[in-house]
């Protein structure tokens, strides 16, 4: 197998609120092959989104990369300095963000944000900028008329669609998307990931994908990374996560979610409980608290991220004995019923 | 966490002060309400502290007339004036008419502009274009000539004033406060106070008022400098009271007696002193409720 | 079968925007939320109001809570227009018409005590005060918090959302109504404890019978806990059926494409392209005849030309010149 395109190992990232030092990220592992998708899932504050802003080091003020390496291309995007970073951003490593519109400056209009990316980071000529802004508007399935708009003159999935064309105009080799169909409504958001995704066959890029949602992971992504308060707890490909996951989180996470396609409606199961506060993290396995299979090494002992097959990395003590846990798991009972 | 929520919500006096949150955090805002605590002091205590009447024309113990002493001389602190009163009782009872007018100018200008705030923000319709209507006549009214103006058609007193802030100074507050019943009228607690049947005054005084009241000491704290400075403005131009011992009578009456050409500065420093204090002091204030309330502001 | 609880017949609500200007670059300054809608609910019917944002469904809901007031047409609860009651019958109606709201951190009084949250309906209701306690007992527990007792003193930003959002739906209980809205319920809540909330909202439904409309974008959710769905697009309804047939033949062009466009959480779905483009136009200038033509593949001259009007195909009310079995 080819060198991956990403490579993240060991990862801390921690956030200072007043005295406490929070670790939303703590020791996070895991590739991006070259020409995927990778979809990093999981809960509001499960650290994935803190994960994939790292990427492209626009963190916040007081949040500070505490450990660890992010290999791209040959590089350390943790150790390179700030002016290697800046060059290596949008160049190679693009980001598309929830809301297109924190992207977008409502006072110019859109041809212009994107000529003067493509002059200011690409070297273009003015008129050579202006014909790679109609390729692009054509490339994401904007009509090239609508470039003298206004951002507000947009839809809510044009505005997407500008976004990605921002993103895409110096052709990186990744793109970080977090959450870019979340706001928008089913029929949008359909076309944005059938546009993002024949994109990425057309270009070879590779992206990251930030999401909560395990259908659109399932549409689209080639692996998978699931992450429960701070950690990586599986990842693996994607296929092989929704049918055979081998952590318990990621299967509570299947119980909750709604089939359509399914013959009946079934029983949705919530997994009760909430995440822990990452302020004061419990010792051992985080998810112990609201794991029906936890055991007593479980509340005491931290399962350490392992191979348990080629490609499928799992952190959990039971891992082992997943394939029984699976069928227990998809008894509502086993769930219990808390909040 | 657990604590501190229990405190700020426990008693019905610790709620008020959560409610109006001082604004002892920021150093300039903590500096001016150092300044107003002395000045109110002052003017609360004004007979005990001021050594004689400040109308008093006094004389020295040889029947001289007791005029124009330097401070210090014979037990006159800032010494006194071309009539023989005693200028630091002056700034003392001065003290008393400029909070008096201060306070009751800033209550009125926060408490009309709070409730037509909340009727025109809240009710929307016929009643916000009235009182909006009203605000623009507000606004079109030149607010020194209008004092002058009421002052010449009624007696000569501090209330004049009051009144004409009062009339006029509410379009601000008004305007602003609509702007944010607007927003809370949207907010989702407040519409589900609708769905289970809390009438209109509850809605408004239990859950939208409480989110407005620091915006309006914000405004009645702006108000309280303006009112002073309004009120000596008006005694400097002579149509203030003349039996009112106020900051701005002493101006006008170190004016007219020439003390400038006379250089006789510890008459008109003192209470030009107090002035730009107490006034610069409702700004601190105030500014420190912008912080609260707008803290992006501050950065 | 027994009179309809809630009947609404060609109900409109058009708002006015814009200005003169806006008028005058041929914009029309009217937009049509909701525009001549007519269905009506039996007692204990849940039905689930699908739809894109901007399609009404939102404005739908407020007017049967009396959040909004049409502008044409008819909105009656028990035969009652809505709009028209006053004094002690608005205030029954308040008792009896609930609404349950998307975001649970803006729908509680963050200054309010989850006791006092809940106090402020038995209040405005004029319940005698001495069952108060109980009764907040009762609604914590209806809607699965346990020990409820625990919850009285503390304050909204102590709550996760998904305990904050049992604490919307006991105030929306707390009165037994009859007829609640819930409006997107779980968008803003976290996957883990979406399926609880959905799970209480069945289980209180059915044991107080309620009649329901469950506001959504999401026709997976809608299917969890509606019987009955109206499809709606820019204020219309499109296709009104049961849940079941719509999910698995919708008839409508534009149902076609809602079901097609959920994703699941398998990975071997389909890929094909959606039969649809575009997004929706732009509201205060919809397309003539047919509000869905200009995106919809079957579309022809007679669909500009004439507004569909809905006709009965099997189980279904279908809004298209074509739509057939």
Redesign the interface.
Known sequence: MDAPLLSVKDVSIAYKVGALDIVAVSNARFDVPQGSIVGLVG??GCGKTTMARALTRVIADNARIKAGQMQFAGQDIVSLSEKDMNSLRWRDIAFIPQSAMNSLDPVYRVEYQIVEVLRDRGGLSKSAARKRAVELFEMVGIDPGRLRDFPHQF????RQRAAIALALALEPKLVVADEPVTAL???????I??QL?SLQRELGLSVIMVT?????V??ICDRTVVMYAGKVVEDCD??TL??EPLHPYTM???????????AG?G??????G?PPDLANPPPGCRFAARCPFATDQCRVEEPMLTEDAPGHFVACHRAVEAAALREEAKQPGTWG??? | MPETVADTHESGVARIFAAIRLPVGDPFALAGLVIYAVFIVTAICAPYIAPYDPSEILYTADYDLASDLPPGAKGHLLGTTSLGRDIFSQIVWGARSALLVGFTAAFMVAFIGSIVGLLAGYFGGWVDAVLMRLADVAFGIPFLPFVIVISAFSEPSIWNTVIAMGLVLWRDTGRVIRSQVLSLRSRGYVEAARVVGSSDLKIILRHITPNILPLSFLYGSIAIGWAILTEASISFLGFGDPDAISWGFMLQDAFASQALARQAYYWFIPPGLAIILVVSAGFFISRGYENLLFPKLGR | MSDPIIELKDTKLHYKIGNAVSAMMGLSTTVKAVDGVSFSLRKGESVGLLGESGCGKTSMGRILVRLEEITGGSARFEGDEIGDLKGSDLQRFRSRSQMIFQNPFDAVNPRYSIRKTLEEPLANAKISRSTWHQRIIDALDLVGLGDPEQFLERYPHQLSGGQLQRVVMARALILEPDFVVADEPVSMLDVSVRAGVLNVFRDVRDRLGLTAIYISHDLALVRYVCERTIVMYLGKIMEDGPTEDIVHDPLHPYSQALVAAVPTPHVDQSHDPLPIGGGAPDPRNPPSGCVFRDRCPRAQLRCADEVPQPRRIGTRLVACHFASV
């Open positions: 809960e509001s839809s809510g999935g044009m409504d089913v029929i949008i958001q359909r076309q990931l059938d995704r909560h949602d395990i259908s659109v399932a549409y994607t296929a929704l049918n509570g996470l299947k119980n909750a979610f709604p089939d359509l396609h399914s409606t029983i949705l199961t919530p997994i009760a909430s019923t808390a909040a």
